[in-house]
């Protein structure tokens, strides 16, 4: 059981930043980690992930602009988001798995707006 808690999300305008954090209970150096985002009416779509071997993944929607990254030492894996756009807009949520087992997190907003 990994329990993953979410933060770094709020209100932001178009072409700004944000930085979110996903931290775990345990230690994640086998997981598999990804980075979902949920906007209002639609269905939760994978943003990033990243390997144990640390090989990462981009939504081409976001490639040049998201950044994944982990910290296996602190457990914890982090999304840089630059030159954010309002379609960027929604609940994104941690996901970390491994031999078939998944856990999320509970998720954090993000609004670009201005």
């Known amino acids: 059981q990994v329990h993953l808690e979410e933060s770094g999300g709020g209100l932001v305008q178009p072409g700004g930043s944000l930085r979110l954090s996903c931290a775990a209970s345990g230690s994640i150096f086998n997981y598999f980690m990804g980075w979902y985002r949920q906007a209002p009416g639609k269905k939760r779509d994978l943003v990033a992930s990243?390997?144990?071997?640390?090989?990462?993944n981009y939504a081409d929607s976001v490639k040049g602009r998201f950044t994944i990254s982990r910290d296996n030492a602190r457990n914890t894996v982090y999304l840089q988001m630059n030159s954010l756009k309002v379609e960027d807009t929604g609940v994104y949520y941690c996901?970390?798995?491994?031999?078939?087992?998944?856990?999320w997190g509970q998720g954090t907003q993000v609004t670009v707006s201005s």
């Open positions: 996901k970390a798995s491994t031999w078939g087992l998944a856990w």
């Open positions: 990243i390997t144990s071997e640390e090989i990462t």
